[in-house]
């Protein structure tokens, strides 16, 4: 049995992020909930929070609608059953009627639960304009 090393798990949560923003690009909510840990928190840049039901909620309704969206990763931390993802976010997001331009630092939390990984935690803070 082959033992995953660290960047294997780094590769893996990648990939998986690169799964995720494409989700939020295609409005996948199949492939979110799949992603999402059941106890997923997003917490706005403006401080708002959502829960893994609301904010997939208001991506099917199309209350959340994303455009084209870039991650940059600056760095994935694993420990243990814990991977941290700093990177950032940049895109288009329409709330609502309002349109708007996303410019963020992010950090994103998976954990691994009986050998699968799900995202628990997402968090942009805004760069300042």
Known sequence: MRVMT????????RALEDRRY???TDGDVAALEELF??????????TKTDSKRSFIDKLATGALKYGQLSHPVSAIV??????????DMRGDVQVG?????????????W?????RW??????PTK???
Request: hydrophobic share 40%; aromatic share 8%; charged share 30%.
């Open 118 to 123: 799900a995202l628990l935690a997402f968090q």
């Open 37 to 46: 840990a059941d106890d997923f928190v997003y917490t706005h840049s403006d």
């Open 22 to 24: 494409q989700a939020l």
């Open 127 to 129: 760069y300042p304009v």
């Open 78 to 87: 694993v420990r243990a059953d814990t991977a941290l993802v700093f990177g």
């Open 6 to 13: 660290d960047a294997d798990v780094t590769d893996q949560i």
């Open 111 to 115: 954990v691994r639960d009986d050998g």
């Open 97 to 109: 009627d309002e349109q708007r331009k996303l410019n963020s630092k992010s950090l994103s939390v």
